[in-house]
């Protein structure tokens, strides 16, 4: 009688024990924790400053209201980052990605290094749509499309690494039009680009208008750096005196190519995911609260202020996107693995 006394008394407190591990749900889960970016590209860059505004206004959307912080890990156009965060990240929720969208569009072509799945990530979203444009500095003597159109010599264009748009853009471009360009990679990112175009070793780069505008804005207002040409097909409300690449495609495979520049690297570039794995309650809370987020009329103040877009996408919206590239046709494929991974 006294041991199954002992043993009732046993089997109570392991029950009591367990109820809170078994009520704790995404609600609880983040109270007294620490989320943390990971950023793919270097500091200063486009990436890094829409993280940055997300990342301080983030915690408070979050049930639990965890602290925030924002950590660069650089290299291979952001693929490390996405990497690290589909391989290696713990699936707590803890740990937000934000690198390239369209390295998924590398993987589904077969580029070397890449260790992850596209449909497997768990989406949070993305704040901005892209309108790709090339933007050069005044010294490289290019002020209009007809002067790139004429130039004698190729511009020099700076790009980070395959599967980044400052690298695959200006591929589809010059594949598209046949403009006089030589794309330099293995920058870190926007960030030493432009240093390094400020410095002549480059003629300036091609990436999103929304990034351009707010990290390039001294150089854009000074008329040391001018937007030259954009990828369209519609035009940026502030780029209407700006060319469109789409009206210079040389012919219909030219059309295409830019067609996918348009709709890849337009949609999808800069989302930021969850590593596989991660609890769907605790995806559904972070989803609610990065668009919560990206509605907070602070953090719209601040935006407006630093001249940052916002045009937010929710993470099914994002998951859908990622998918159609698995489902590409094979000539578009085909087409694309040419321009963006022809054999040396």
Same mark, same amino acid.
């Given at each position: ?21 078994? &009520? ?38 979050? @049930? ?19 990497? =690290? ?8 929720? #803890?740990? %937000? ?14 580029? +070397?290094? %890449?260790?992850?799945?596209?449909? $497997? ?5 993305? *704040? ?7 933007? #050069? ?14 130039? +004698? ?19 589809? %471009? ?12 293995? =920058? ?25 505008? *707010? ?6 207002? &000074?008329?040391?750096?001018? *937007? %030259?040409?954009?990828?369209? @097909?519609?035009?940026? @409300?502030? #780029? ?7 009206? #210079? ?6 059309? +295409? ?49 630093? $001249?940052?877009?916002?045009? @937010? ?32």
């Amino acid at each position: 009688m006294v041991s199954r006394f002992i043993r009732i008394v046993m089997l109570s407190a392991l029950a009591l024990a367990l109820v809170p591990s078994l &009520s704790l749900g995404a609600d609880d889960f983040f109270k007294g924790k620490t989320i943390r970016f990971v950023v793919g590209f270097s500091p200063g860059g486009g990436f890094d400053t829409y993280t940055r505004l997300i990342a301080r206004h983030f915690g408070k959307h979050v @049930p639990g209201n965890p602290r925030t912080v924002v950590q660069n890990r650089t290299g291979a156009g952001s693929m490390i980052a996405a990497n =690290y965060i589909f391989n290696r990240a713990k699936p707590d929720g #803890l740990t %937000i990605g934000n690198w390239i969208g369209p390295l998924v569009l590398q993987h589904v072509l077969g580029k +070397k290094g %890449i260790k992850f799945d596209g449909r $497997k990530f768990n989406w949070l979203g993305v *704040p901005s749509t892209d309108d790709n444009t090339c933007a #050069l500095t005044k010294a490289s003597g290019i002020n209009s499309i007809e002067d790139w159109i004429n130039s +004698k010599r190729p511009i020099k264009i700076g790009a980070t690494a395959p599967g980044s748009t400052t690298d695959d853009v200006p591929k589809l %471009i010059k594949a598209a039009t046949d403009l006089p360009m030589k794309i330099v990679e293995g =920058y870190g990112g926007t960030a030493i680009i432009r240093v390094s175009a400020e410095k002549g070793e480059l003629d300036g780069g091609c990436w999103a208008w929304q990034s351009i505008k *707010p990290t390039w804005r001294q150089g854009i207002e &000074s008329g040391n750096v001018k *937007p %030259i040409l954009q990828v369209g @097909p519609d035009k940026h @409300p502030d #780029l209407q005196d700006v060319a469109v690449a789409t009206k #210079l495609a040389k012919d219909d495979t030219g059309k +295409k190519l830019l067609q996918v520049a348009a709709d890849v690297y337009r949609a999808i570039s800069r989302p930021y995911s969850l590593p596989p794995g991660v609890p769907a309650d605790r995806v559904k809370t972070l989803q609610t609260a990065f668009m919560a987020t990206l509605k907070d009329p602070e953090l719209i103040a601040n935006a407006n202020k630093s $001249k940052l877009e916002l045009n @937010p996408s929710d993470g099914n919206w994002v998951a859908k996107k990622m998918k159609g590239l698995y489902n590409m046709d094979s000539s578009t494929l085909s087409l694309l693995k040419e321009v963006l991974s022809p054999k040396k």
